[in-house]
Nanobody
Framework: QVQLVESGGGLVQAGGSLRLSCAASGSISSINAMGWYRQAPGKKRDLVAAISSGGSTNYVDSVKGRFTISRDNAKNMVYLQMNSLKFEDTAVYYC???????????????WGKGTLVTVSS
C-alpha cells in the first residue's frame, strides 16, 4: 500500500502564495506520474497539474504561469507552488500518484485525503 499525505494548505489573501507538499510512503517499488487535483464546493474534482517521472509537466489553463509543480524522486515527494492566488483557486487540493508496490503486478492510482486552500478576496 501507498500512503499520501498533503500539507501546506491554509487561508491566504488574494494575490498571495502557498506551497503544497505531498509525501508518499509505504511499500513503494516505483512511482510514475504524480499530480495535484482540486475540488471546489459543489464541483467535481479536476486536474490542476501533473508531472511525469521524467519531469515533464502539464497544467490546466487557469493556473498556467501562476502554479509550478515539482517533485523530488529521492524523497517521493511532489510540490505545488501557487502564486498570485485567486478567490477561484479556493478548493480542497488532493495529491495523486501512480505507483507500483512489490505486491502489485500493475501500477495503481493512490490519493491523499486532501488539504484545504482558502483564498480570501
Amino acid at each position: 500500500q501507498v500512503q499520501l499525505v498533503e500539507s501546506g494548505g491554509g487561508l491566504v489573501q488574494a494575490g498571495g502564495s502557498l506551497r503544497l507538499s505531498c509525501a508518499a510512503s509505504g511499500s513503494i517499488s516505483s512511482i510514475n506520474a504524480m499530480g495535484w487535483y482540486r475540488q471546489a464546493p459543489g464541483k467535481k474534482r479536476d486536474l490542476v497539474a501533473a508531472i511525469s517521472s521524467g519531469g515533464s509537466t502539464n497544467y490546466v489553463d487557469s493556473v498556467k504561469g501562476r502554479f509550478t509543480i515539482s517533485r523530488d524522486n529521492a524523497k517521493n515527494m511532489v510540490y505545488l507552488q501557487m502564486n498570485s492566488l485567486k478567490f477561484e483557486d479556493t478548493a480542497v487540493y488532493y495529491c495523486k500518484t501512480n505507483a507500483r508496490t512489490p505486491e502489485s503486478v500493475f501500477a495503481l492510482d493512490y490519493w491523499g485525503k486532501g488539504t484545504l486552500v482558502t483564498v480570501s478576496s
